[in-house]
């Protein structure tokens, strides 16, 4: 069995597509790495515009680690409001946040990310209300009550627009009420990995020019009628084909993600693991019960077995045509079009069926309130299309591993 694995390894990495894909997609991606980093953008201590390392650089400076405690909220909320009311600090001018240009250098631009953050979690959701009258209207109040009202209130309007069901609804609150006290600090190299969600797709792209002759190269290379007169052409070579497309996109999936991943971290430091997810979307309300560090884990698991689905699916097209490229053309447009098509328009059913395909990876963020309800067992997107995908890639690749052990071949 080995030697057939082995084989068929090298049958797939010879392939000049394969190759060629290989070395342009590293490269891609690569270049999408140096253009995040230089495009991380704060401020000097002068208030002038730096980005890149220098950028990141000065934000481990200024986010420094702190417990967002009720006493800590209301310290830097009264302080920013103190100077806007004093004549000595304060300003008409609304690009400096009605500070003097002085104090808005000073004070806010090292403080903005938290002082927007706090001030989203005071906002009312989709309200126009300016972060400043949030501040000054909730000024005092309890942070994390605030935090928990502004994450039911979402969570209700969902259920009130059809978009989740009383069960999923509930389950939800009871996530939001388990959400600990916020810790605010420097973060980046997690977040931009958390950023590189659509990368995957890209991925998931190689991966099928790579496996797509795995059946369809016997047929077309009339080698089929011979490999299954072979005498373990109906058994164990089928199953090294198909062992050895597992392997290949795993060693492909989970070689670029944790590539990437590691220059992320080497580059941007490590800082952060442990803070909670909520910070990677300030403005937005999230749900889930997660540092950072578990919701990059929880993500790369998830693009992995998700490709893992792609490649489950390619192992049975490429069963049923006889044509390499159409197995690639037609592998290619069930990851591109369902791109386009939205999780947030539609009915319930259609949203959460389109939800599950493969692709549609690029649209998940840890902001979602998607769920799926069997019974009174609420299970999260990830979790479903995780399982959706693991059991479809095995289901694929054994009816793949059937139609081509009984297909009828050309004498």
């Known amino acids: 069995m080995g030697g057939m694995i082995k084989y068929e390894w090298k049958k797939i990495?010879?392939?000049?597509?394969?190759?060629?894909?290989?070395?342009?997609?590293?490269?891609?991606l690569l270049f999408c790495v140096y253009?995040?980093?230089?495009?991380?953008?704060?401020t000097d201590e002068n208030g002038q515009a730096i980005s890149g390392m220098s950028a990141v650089e000065r934000l481990k400076d200024i986010q420094q680690r702190q417990e967002l405690t009720q006493d800590r909220v209301d310290e830097i909320v009264n302080q920013y409001l103190t100077y806007i009311h004093d004549p000595n600090t304060s300003s008409n001018n609304e690009a400096y946040y009605y500070l003097s240009e002085e104090q808005y250098k000073k004070f806010f631009l090292p403080n903005r990310d938290l002082l927007m953050?706090?001030?989203n979690i005071y906002r009312d959701s989709g309200?126009?209300?300016?972060?400043?009258?949030?501040?000054?209207r909730n000024v005092g109040k309890d942070f994390r009550q605030a935090r928990l009202e502004r994450?039911?209130?979402?969570?209700?309007?969902?259920?009130?627009?059809?978009?989740?069901?009383?069960?999923?609804?509930?389950?939800?609150?009871?996530?939001?009420?388990?959400?600990?006290e916020y810790q605010y600090g420097y973060q980046k190299g997690w977040e931009m990995i958390l950023n590189t969600l659509s990368w995957p797709v890209?991925?998931?792209?190689?991966?099928c020019i790579g496996i797509a002759p795995i059946f369809s190269g016997e047929y077309q290379s009339k080698c089929d009628s011979l490999f299954l007169c072979m005498k373990y052409g109906k058994s164990k070579l089928i199953t090294a084909k198909i062992i050895t497309v597992w392997l290949f996109t795993t060693c492909v999936s989970l070689g670029i993600t944790l590539s990437y991943s590691a220059v992320y971290l080497g580059l941007l430091g490590r800082a952060g693991a442990d803070l909670p997810i909520q910070l990677v979307y300030p403005t937005r309300a999230v749900g889930y019960h997660l540092t950072i560090g578990e919701a990059v884990i929880y993500a790369l698991i998830l693009s992995y077995i998700?490709?893992?689905?792609?490649?489950?699916?390619?192992?049975l097209i490429s069963a049923l045509l006889n044509n390499t490229y159409g197995v690639i053309i037609i592998m290619f447009l069930f990851i591109i079009l369902p791109t386009f098509l939205s999780v947030n328009t539609g009915w319930y059913t259609w949203n959460h069926i389109v939800s599950l395909l493969p692709s549609k990876i690029v649209d998940f963020g840890f902001n979602s309130y998607t769920a799926y309800s069997i019974g009174n067992v609420v299970i999260r997107w990830p979790d479903m299309a995780m399982l959706i995908n693991g059991a479809g890639a095995v289901l694929f690749s054994a009816a793949g591993y059937?139609?081509?052990?009984?297909?009828?071949?050309?004498?």
């Open 306 to 315: 998700l490709t893992l689905g792609i490649s489950g699916i390619t192992i």
């Open 127 to 136: 309200s126009e209300e300016s972060v400043i009258d949030a501040l000054e």
């Open 13 to 28: 990495w010879k392939n000049r597509l394969t190759q060629i894909s290989m070395i342009g997609c590293s490269l891609f």
């Open 202 to 207: 890209m991925i998931m792209m190689i991966i």
């Open 402 to 411: 059937w139609i081509f052990k009984n297909h009828q071949v050309n004498k």
């Open 35 to 42: 253009m995040s980093i230089i495009e991380i953008t704060t």
């Open 117 to 119: 953050m706090i001030g």
């Open 151 to 180: 994450d039911l209130k979402i969570i209700h309007l969902r259920e009130e627009s059809g978009k989740l069901t009383s069960i999923e609804a509930d389950s939800w609150e009871k996530e939001a009420e388990k959400i600990p």
